[in-house]
């Protein structure tokens, strides 16, 4: 098992190869990718291996995977050319082995982070659902608990954010990882979203969020590009659910012209037609409706002040007054109540010689609750938001990049302090790399659009652009681009054409492009001769771990310490010195001493030190041959339960008797979970009539996160994987799946026969061989609907997607009944859901219903005492889902199924945590 390990970490490919007995074949002379250089090649081989995977997970069988190799054999063969080829395979490894060190390094500090990472984004739901909670009780009695809960997160929200802050200052190498998790995170927004949430994008989002629950109009405020469209869109997300009603300003539109227009209604009755705002007032579409047919809505007046004056101060007046619950006059409708959700939202572009608009009136501002200004992102050492916007940009579907080092990263200088030698950012405006420079040139640009001061404030007002808008959007658009089509060539010179082929455009004014050209010429990207520029050596590429691409940020403030190593000196061991230092020895995972022998022949063999390999270097004034020895991990652990001999002359992991194998997977497995292990052990001896081995946990399994689990109700599980045959007789199986097992034999499938006739995939009655967190609530009796699970931590989630109208709604908005399997299935719901676990969004499963079946065997028999059903994950006959559990029915051994679509009252779910097992 050791070995299966450490093949797979050594080299997951050839690991994943053998695994689905695919031979790579010999060492090519030559690759189809020769013209790229052997680190270009390694990324393009790891990215296609991501490809494969995905392609055999999707193959099914063994089968449907010899099918699919057929069908894509070039793909293969392409991948398995890269794969053996030698320069290739050669950076791929060392890459492996880089990142294999970088790991270790990482200490407790990173659970500790991860922990209050995660307790800052559930702050952060929780301001926004406390939010929606004040708003939609506007205009009506507002709950004191929940006027407590919203000024209890907004005291907390900043405390949490500031902790964080504090903490990755301390400790840089955890202030990389972050910084490169953090830049990923946006990558993986802008390629679902099209947008970035950057601090201070959700900055402004809580602003308006806060403004809102006054009930007063908002103003928005901002240049061409900064975003505020996509900012209104989620506040009307975040507080209704629904998308804004949205209307568009002109300098010859009326009041009228958002409220209603002629229209025909069923027998070609004459009616009137609401448009946006009379829709997000009343929740109306038409004059015929009686009631309305929504709760209202925000309302987003885009382009507010391209309107007249006079009509400005006419739409507000007719909306600043109005309360949710009480009635406005609208002209041409009469009177209507004002519905619950309902808010104005107004944005503009500031009044300047660039945008054709009427200045709002200091009357018509007086209105709104509050103006809120929309910059652009900030591109400071302190804040470079817009830099880490580029990165991510650039980053391929494995959050990677593959762009040379030098046209990535800022020029950095160092200087010594002490023991120190401390990071700092080159302020040169000519040097870092194109991405670098291109951010610090285009935040210029905004700057001068924004009329700041600029680097070239000399100029006065001869600083500022007239018309000219290059939307933030666009270069990440451009970025993205490259990425996705495999771009190998020069950033710096993919920009400068860009930029080039943008001030050519028609409506481009001289001037403004000239000035233009002097902003990116400051640093050093083009001038006002392009071509004259002088061609630059063509950048070296370098595969990039996580940590470096980190620390690419200058917010990351990173030092080195430059004490040299102490060490305790030379061993001659075997006729080659050996350099040992003490340092690690203290963490020895047992006693760092060893005995060989009993009695006046005892011989203690005592730890030195380690050497840079990790190996114990070990010495003894009692033996009789070599008093110095090097020994590796797994013989300082097995060394007590095998002759001390076999132990100095190598160690055969094979031949060793399973209590010094438990030693070491136990090591593995880190010591604190061993109780664990072993009553997994006893459960699964006790259910199959046999030992069989338990892996060690898998590494989301901290004992932190195991509290929390517990806390939850969710315990951990290993299922081993066995394949449950019809006629196996394991002493446990007492309650096997399928109708012939449920009384009069006449409940629900035949489990067994629907594999065989191909209803259920083949390997539907093997166990999952895996981790699994187990909900360890009993299911409810059925009570006509009303029924719930005890202490349930999904209430709160699937209310809130229930009354945001994600799902259909319930009489029991928090229930875990009446929920379909595609409901479970979309991606919102199944990420909260999973971080109310406390997992990764991709361990989130349904149980599969053999894996079900022998957990209730084995560990929770009640789970079939209740005459209530839950959903399994299986797919049954290609588009429905099984679910069982009916006490009534079989109970554990009751399988049924019903259409993948379909709500039942009777019917919940128990979801769980699947993690691989690490062998």
């Known amino acids: 098992m050791v070995e299966h390990r450490d093949e797979l970490a050594a080299d997951p490919i050839g690991f994943f190869l053998e695994q689905r007995h695919i031979v790579p074949g010999k060492e090519s002379a030559a690759t189809p990718a020769d013209f790229l250089s052997p680190a270009h090649r390694a990324e393009m081989l790891w990215s296609m291996f991501q490809e494969v995977k995905s392609d055999v997970a999707h193959a099914g069988s063994k089968e449907n995977l010899a099918e699919n190799e057929e069908k894509d054999n070039q793909k293969l063969g392409f991948f398995l050319s890269l794969y053996n080829d030698p320069e290739t395979k050669a950076t791929y490894l060392a890459e492996i082995d880089r990142h294999a060190e970088e790991k270790k390094l990482m200490n407790g500090s990173y659970e500790k982070f991860r922990a209050l990472r995660e307790h800052v984004r559930g702050l952060e739901e929780d301001f926004d659902a406390a939010s929606r909670r004040l708003f939609e009780q506007r205009g009506g009695r507002v709950s004191e608990m929940d006027k407590f809960a919203y000024q209890k997160i907004t005291r907390e929200l900043p405390k949490a954010r500031r902790d964080m802050t504090e903490m990755l200052a301390e400790f840089p190498l955890l202030a990389a990882q972050a910084s490169y998790e953090r830049v990923s995170g946006y990558s993986a927004e802008f390629e679902s979203q099209g947008f970035m949430w950057l601090p201070s994008r959700r900055d402004i989002l809580e602003q308006i969020e806060t403004v809102a629950l006054t009930g007063r109009p908002v103003l928005l405020l901002g240049e061409s590009g900064t975003g505020k469209s996509t900012l209104v869109r989620a506040t009307a997300k975040s507080l209704t659910g629904m998308e804004p009603f949205r209307a568009q300003g002109g300098p010859s539109t009326r009041l009228q012209d958002s409220l209603v227009k002629q229209g025909v209604g069923e027998g070609m009755v004459t009616q009137l037609d609401f448009k946006a705002l009379a829709q997000a007032l009343t929740g109306k579409e038409t004059s015929a409706d009686v009631k309305p047919r929504h709760q209202g809505g925000l309302y987003f007046d885009d382009e507010f002040n391209e309107r007249e004056r006079a009509v400005q101060m006419e739409i507000i007046k007719t909306v600043s007054g109005v309360r949710p619950g009480h009635k406005v006059s609208l002209p041409l409708i009469g009177e209507q109540y004002v519905q619950p959700n309902y808010l104005f939202v107004a944005a503009g572009n500031p009044s300047s010689d660039r945008y054709d608009r009427e200045p709002i009136d ?35 579907k494995n959050r ?55 680097v070239l404030k000399d100029r006065g007002e001869a600083q500022f652009l007239a018309k000219f808008v290059l939307d933030p959007g666009v270069v990440l658009g451009w970025l993205h681009r490259a990425a996705e089509e495999g771009y190998t060539g020069s950033l710096e010179e993919l920009l400068v054409e860009k930029i080039e082929a943008k001030l050519a455009e028609a409506d481009i004014t001289q001037a403004d492009a000239e000035l233009v050209r002097d902003f990116f010429g400051h640093f050093n990207l083009l001038g006002k001769k392009v071509d004259a520029r002088e061609k630059k ?82 010495h003894s004034e009692d033996a009789r041959k070599e008093k110095t020895r090097l020994v590796s991990v797994e013989q300082f652990l097995a060394w007590e339960a095998v002759d001390p001999q076999a132990i100095l002359d190598g160690l055969d992991m094979g031949k060793l008797p399973p209590e010094a194998r438990r030693r070491i997977e136990g090591h593995e497995s880190r010591g ?42 969710f315990e951990l599980h290993f299922v081993p994987a066995v394949e449950m045959k019809e006629d196996s007789n394991f002493p446990g199986w007492k309650n096997k799946p399928g109708k012939k097992f449920t009384p009069g034999e006449q409940y629900g499938i035949e489990f067994f026969d629907a594999i065989k006739t191909g209803k259920l995939p083949p390997d539907a009655a093997k166990l999952s061989g895996a981790w699994l967190l187990v909900d360890t609530r009993r299911k409810p009796q059925y009570q006509n609907g009303d029924q719930r699970y005890t202490d349930d931590i999904f209430e709160p989630v699937l209310a809130d997607f229930r009354n945001r109208q994600f799902v259909q709604n319930y009489k029991i908005p928090g229930s875990r009944f009446n929920l379909s399997p595609q409901d479970l299935e979309q991606p919102a719901l199944r990420s909260a859901l999973a971080h109310a676990i406390g997992i990764p969004v991709e361990a989130f499963h349904l149980p599969r219903a053999i894996d079900n079946n022998y957990l209730g065997n084995a560990l929770y028999p009640e789970w079939g005492n209740t005459d209530t059903y839950e959903w399994f994950e299986d797919v049954y006959d290609s588009r429905s889902r099984l679910c069982g559990g009916y006490s009534v029915f079989g109970g554990l051994s009751g399988v049924d199924w019903r259409d993948a679509g ?12 699947r993690f691989s097992s690490k062998k």
């Open 537 to 618: 050596p063509e950048a070296e590429f370098h595969v990039l771990t996580p940590r470096e691409i980190g620390l690419f940020s200058p917010r990351v403030r990173y030092e080195e310490l430059i004490t040299p190593k102490i060490t305790d000196g030379n061993a001659v061991i075997k006729g080659k010195s050996v350099k040992y230092t003490i340092e690690g020895t203290a963490e020895a995972p047992v006693d760092a001493s060893r005995i060989e022998g009993s009695g006046a022949q005892a011989k203690r063999w005592r730890v030195l030190g380690r050497t840079d390999a990790g190996e114990f270097v070990v």
């Open 400 to 454: 990677r990049l593959r762009f040379a080092t030098d046209e990535l990263s800022p020029a950095w200088k160092y200087r010594v302090e002490g023991k120190k030698k401390i990071r700092e950012l080159d302020e040169d405006p000519k040097k870092g790399g194109a991405v670098w420079r291109f951010a610090s040139g285009l935040s210029e640009l905004y700057k001068s659009l924004s009329r700041q001061e600029t």
């Open 902 to 913: 379909d709500r039942y009252e009777r019917i919940g779910f128990r979801p769980l945590g």
């Open 672 to 713: 604190e979970f061993r109780e664990l292990i072993n009553r997994e052990r006893e459960t699964i001896k006790k259910f199959f009539g046999a030992e069989i081995e338990v892996p060690p946990l898998p590494p989301e399994a901290t004992p932190e996160k195991y509290k929390e689990w517990k806390e939850k109700g």
């Open 362 to 396: 200091v009357a018509v501002r007086r209105e709104f609750g509050a103006a809120v200004t929309v910059p652009y992102p900030e591109q400071s050492e302190n804040n470079p938001e817009l830099y880490e916007a580029m990165l991510a940009a650039l980053m391929d």
